[in-house]
């Protein structure tokens, strides 16, 4: 499966924005979905994840309440909408997926196979 990442860009602290993976390839619905995100000097963290069916996503704690991640597999895409955006989200943010249920890797790179070329999100203070 072939991911894009899209709809980074620059916004102020307290912004929304939302985040497109757009698949093509092989049949969407039965990839599970990672979000990460890397800063500058930093290794690729993760953000959230969520199954096939979109239900029972989850966080790492630094954005619960802020992200959502939901998926529309009917247009083969994934969404991460943030809210609440603060200066130290800022990064580089890669949609991810791997073919299947997501395993006990699910919060490190090694668990997905697939990853998008990533998207930019800046917020300034």
């Known amino acids: 499966v072939q991911l894009v990442d899209s709809g980074g860009g620059s916004v102020q602290a307290g912004a929304s924005l ?8 092989r049949r969407f619905s039965s990839y599970s979905v990672g979000w990460f995100r890397q800063a500058p000097g930093k ?8 199954n096939w ?3 029972m996503p989850f966080y790492t704690d630094s954005v619960k309440g802020r992200f959502t991640i939901s998926r529309d597999n009917a247009q083969d895409t994934a969404y991460l909408q943030m809210h609440g955006l603060k200066p130290e989200d800022t990064a580089v ?11 006990t890797t699910r919060l490190g790179v090694s668990g ?9 999100v800046t917020v300034s203070s």
């Open 43 to 50: 290794e690729r963290e993760f953000v959230g994840a969520t």
């Open 18 to 25: 939302r985040l497109s993976c757009a698949a093509s390839g």
């Open 93 to 103: 943010y890669y949609c991810a997926a791997r073919s299947g249920p997501l395993g």
């Open 53 to 55: 069916s979109g239900d």
């Open 112 to 120: 997905y196979d697939y990853w998008g070329q990533g998207t930019q």
